[in-house]
């Protein structure tokens, strides 16, 4: 499982790429797509909509289920990635390389961690069942 | 298997349907066709082999054991089906007078009658077409009982995430905000997640008791005051409702509205798309605002009945009406005594395969269920790399369904098991004991189960392609 060092990390397997002060990138984590199986179906939000700390702001569907994501930041969407929605696999097959928004105006941030924080989260988690 | 156009040839064709015994009326011409209909040509003997043929292709209830979770496979008497074929059913019409369908009418007046009786309602609306339906039916009527007492805060309906996909879905389409309660480690709600959540601003609380775990949640009483104390309004989901027929109800454990999924628990056809019937029942706080044409006895008949702050139509006249009739011959044949011994015996059936089976994998929860379980592949993933959606493919090899796959949500790698009252003690031992042996190659054949299923019409399909890119009509021109 991939954890890339340069990013940072929720609880609910998003990753965030800070791009510069106010702005940053989110998708969801290796870890996550593997949970979720081959996914079929993205919804996006639209580019100016705003975001919430812990808030659903996309879905993605796989054969599995629907599940939501949630935003490791607050601000508002500058981007999205439109690419997704018709390649679905992209997430599967390079979840870091498939980012979903580009957050701008960052106002504030959820919990976040480092990618060794995250990979004991992981772990943890692993255990758990 | 070719698709009956591409069996066609052209001007072939076979006569099925009687001289027609009423004058030929003209169209008027704006509303006729200016092509003929592109329909297939195609002889009896075509047709006939082509529908036997499909039908060889699919596991039905009637061809060997279906523990389809959550859906309530269990057999469908043939009487049903002689009763609901009767002409005096099949021959009305929706607009013939009143008074030349009573009989049509008590049906549906008794249906009521003994349906309320199970559920512990005050009156029923058989107009929705199937159990979301009923879901989405049961949310307006909360919101109209809200709406009707000015109370418009009121714009959140809570759901335990043990609940059916579709309700928080049936709460987002009537306009509500949905609130996900959690879970408690023993698969019940959390009552202080609960406490939390309910407020001035809940409508209702949508529950599914038995949950999805097969668990009775022991706090039900709790449940529903802690909603009703907030001023919001219980919705009972029916749809596990086989495991309590006719032993608990669902007005005495403090619902207000519940909707009955009759093509399941009342053993009406499904699984095939229909039709269903997703009857609503409700307590007097609701009557109200019941959907249109509801039935009532007035002087010795029965007539149709708009409530006075009625939602209005939620489908058209009377929903799927056959199904009812289907649903009351059930009853009427069972009796009370017999609806309490169908639910315990569903329950103990569960309890028996749970058993028999708790040797070979791990059951998400211990202890006693109702009248499905849950068992978790998590551990046999981790070991063996063979998934749940395995050793369901390997099921269809033994001309077994599979169970439910991957639901509840909260449980990894979960297969749900409802194996229904209809099933005898002999399926139950011979399907423990395939199950065990599937499990058993799991460790030793890995790859035989990921190769599964060998021996069916279909081997296994591309559910990721079917999704991404789904064929949802016949191209002509391809």
Same mark, same amino acid.
């Given at each position: 499982?991939?954890?890339?060092?340069?990013?940072?990390?929720?609880?609910?397997? /998003?990753?965030?790429?800070?791009?510069?002060?106010?702005?940053?990138? &989110? @998708?969801? #984590?290796?870890? %996550?797509? =593997?949970?979720?199986?081959?996914?079929?179906?993205?919804?996006?939000?639209?580019?100016?909509?705003?975001?919430?700390?812990?808030?659903?702001?996309?879905?993605? /569907?796989?054969?599995?289920?629907?599940?939501?994501?949630?935003?490791? &930041? @607050?601000? #508002?969407?500058? %981007?999205? =990635?439109?690419?997704?929605?018709?390649?679905?696999?992209?997430?599967?097959?390079?979840?870091?390389?498939?980012?979903?928004?580009?957050?701008?105006?960052?106002? /504030?941030?959820?919990?976040?961690?480092?990618?060794?924080?995250?990979?004991?989260?992981?772990?943890?988690?692993?255990?758990?069942? | 298997?070719?698709?009956?156009?591409?069996?066609?040839?052209?001007?072939?064709?076979?006569?099925?349907?009687?001289?027609?015994?009423?004058?030929?009326?003209?169209?008027?011409?704006?509303?006729?066709?200016?092509?003929?209909?592109?329909?297939?040509?195609?002889?009896?003997?075509?047709?006939?082999?082509?529908?036997?043929?499909?039908?060889?292709?699919?596991?039905?209830?009637?061809?060997?054991?279906?523990?389809?979770?959550?859906?309530?496979?269990?057999?469908?008497?043939?009487?049903?089906?002689?009763?609901?074929?009767?002409?005096?059913?099949?021959?009305?019409?929706?607009?013939?007078?009143?008074?030349?369908?009573?009989?049509?009418?008590?049906?549906?007046?008794?249906?009521?009658?003994?349906?309320?009786?199970?559920?512990?309602?005050?009156?029923?609306t058989?107009?929705p077409?199937?159990?979301?339906h009923g879901e989405f039916t049961g949310l307006l009527l909360i919101k109209a009982y809200h709406r009707?007492?000015?109370?418009?805060?009121?714009?959140?309906?809570?759901?335990?995430?043990?609940?059916?996909?579709?309700?928080?879905?049936s709460a987002?389409m009537t306009g509500f905000?949905?609130?996900?309660?959690?879970?408690?480690?023993?698969?019940?709600?959390?009552?202080?997640?609960?406490?939390?959540?309910?407020?001035?601003?809940?409508?209702?609380?949508?529950?599914?008791?038995?949950?999805?775990?097969?668990?009775?949640?022991?706090?039900?009483?709790?449940?529903?005051?802690?909603?009703?104390?907030?001023?919001?309004?219980?919705?009972?989901?029916?749809?596990?409702?086989?495991?309590?027929?006719?032993?608990?109800?669902?007005?005495?454990?403090?619902?207000?509205v519940?909707?009955?999924?009759?093509?399941?628990?009342?053993?009406?056809?499904?699984?095939?798309?229909?039709?269903?019937?997703?009857?609503v029942?409700?307590?007097?706080?609701l009557?109200?605002f019941l959907p249109?044409?509801?039935?009532?006895?007035?002087?010795?008949?029965?007539?149709?009945?708009?409530?006075?702050?009625t939602i209005g139509s939620v489908?058209?006249?009377?929903?799927?009406?056959?199904?009812?009739?289907?649903?009351?011959?059930?009853?009427?044949?069972?009796?009370?005594?017999?609806?309490?011994?169908?639910?315990?015996?569903?329950?103990?059936?569960?309890?028996?395969?749970?058993?028999?089976?708790?040797?070979?994998?791990?059951?998400?929860?211990?202890?006693?269920?109702?009248?499905?379980?849950?068992?978790?592949?998590?551990?046999?993933?981790?070991?063996?790399?063979?998934?749940?959606?395995?050793?369901?493919?390997?099921?269809?090899?033994?001309?077994?369904?599979?169970?439910?796959?991957?639901?509840?949500?909260?449980?990894?790698?979960?297969?749900?098991?409802?194996?229904?009252?209809?099933?005898?003690?002999?399926?139950?031992?011979?399907?423990?004991?395939?199950?065990?042996?599937?499990?058993?190659?799991?460790?030793?054949?890995?790859?035989?189960?990921?190769?599964?299923?060998?021996?069916?019409?279909?081997?296994?399909?591309?559910?990721?392609?079917?999704?991404?890119?789904?064929?949802?009509?016949?191209?002509?021109?391809?």
């Amino acid at each position: 499982m991939k954890i890339p060092n340069e990013l940072l990390y929720t609880r609910s397997h /998003e990753w965030i790429q800070k791009l510069d002060e106010t702005s940053a990138r &989110v @998708g969801v #984590t290796d870890y %996550a797509q =593997n949970q979720l199986g081959d996914l079929v179906f993205v919804n996006l939000p639209e580019v100016g909509d705003p975001v919430t700390p812990g808030e659903s702001f996309a879905d993605v /569907e796989s054969v599995k289920a629907v599940s939501d994501l949630y935003s490791p &930041v @607050g601000g #508002t969407v500058s %981007a999205i =990635n439109e690419e997704l929605l018709d390649a679905p696999q992209r997430i599967n097959e390079a979840p870091y390389d498939a980012w979903f928004i580009e957050v701008g105006e960052i106002t /504030e941030y959820g919990d976040l961690m480092d990618a060794a924080a995250y990979e004991a989260f992981c772990a943890e988690e692993e255990a758990k069942h | 298997m070719n698709l009956l156009f591409e069996k066609s040839v052209p001007g072939r064709a076979c006569t099925l349907l009687p001289d027609c015994d009423v004058p030929n009326a003209a169209l008027p011409e704006q509303f006729a066709r200016q092509q003929p209909l592109h329909l297939p040509e195609l002889s009896e003997t075509d047709i006939s082999r082509h529908y036997t043929e499909l039908s060889k292709r699919v596991h039905g209830v009637n061809d060997g054991f279906y523990p389809l979770g959550s859906c309530t496979m269990k057999y469908n008497p043939a009487l049903n089906e002689e009763i609901a074929a009767l002409p005096g059913f099949t021959g009305i019409h929706p607009l013939q007078p009143e008074y030349t369908a009573q009989g049509c009418m008590e049906v549906l007046a008794e249906a009521e009658r003994i349906l309320c009786a199970v559920t512990g309602m005050e009156a029923m609306t058989f107009q929705p077409a199937a159990g979301a339906h009923g879901e989405f039916t049961g949310l307006l009527l909360i919101k109209a009982y809200h709406r009707s007492r000015g109370d418009l805060q009121r714009t959140k309906i809570l759901v335990p995430d043990s609940a059916h996909g579709t309700n928080p879905a049936s709460a987002t389409m009537t306009g509500f905000e949905v609130v996900n309660v959690p879970s408690s480690p023993d698969g019940c709600v959390d009552l202080d997640a609960l406490r939390k959540a309910a407020g001035p601003d809940t409508a209702g609380l949508m529950l599914t008791n038995p949950n999805t775990l097969g668990l009775f949640d022991k706090n039900i009483l709790e449940i529903t005051r802690i909603v009703h104390e907030a001023g919001g309004l219980n919705y009972y989901d029916g749809a596990n409702l086989n495991a309590v027929m006719g032993v608990a109800r669902p007005g005495d454990m403090g619902f207000d509205v519940v909707h009955l999924n009759l093509h399941k628990t009342f053993s009406t056809p499904h699984g095939g798309g229909g039709p269903g019937s997703g009857a609503v029942g409700v307590k007097d706080l609701l009557v109200p605002f019941l959907p249109n044409r509801h039935v009532v006895e007035k002087d010795g008949h029965y007539t149709f009945e708009d409530a006075e702050q009625t939602i209005g139509s939620v489908k058209a006249f009377y929903g799927n009406f056959l199904v009812v009739v289907r649903a009351l011959c059930y009853m009427k044949m069972l009796g009370g005594d017999g609806m309490r011994d169908a639910a315990q015996t569903a329950v103990l059936n569960a309890n028996y395969l749970k058993k028999l089976l708790e040797p070979h994998c791990d059951a998400a929860t211990p202890g006693l269920c109702m009248h499905e379980f849950v068992l978790t592949m998590e551990h046999l993933k981790k070991e063996t790399g063979v998934s749940a959606m395995d050793v369901a493919k390997s099921m269809l090899d033994y001309g077994m369904h599979p169970p439910t796959m991957y639901f509840p949500l909260i449980v990894p790698e979960a297969l749900m098991f409802e194996p229904t009252e209809t099933e005898s003690k002999e399926t139950l031992d011979w399907a423990a004991q395939t199950i065990a042996e599937i499990l058993e190659r799991a460790h030793t054949d890995p790859e035989s189960l990921h190769a599964s299923p060998t021996r069916t019409p279909i081997r296994r399909p591309d559910e990721v392609r079917a999704a991404r890119t789904p064929k949802l009509r016949y191209s002509f021109d391809a």
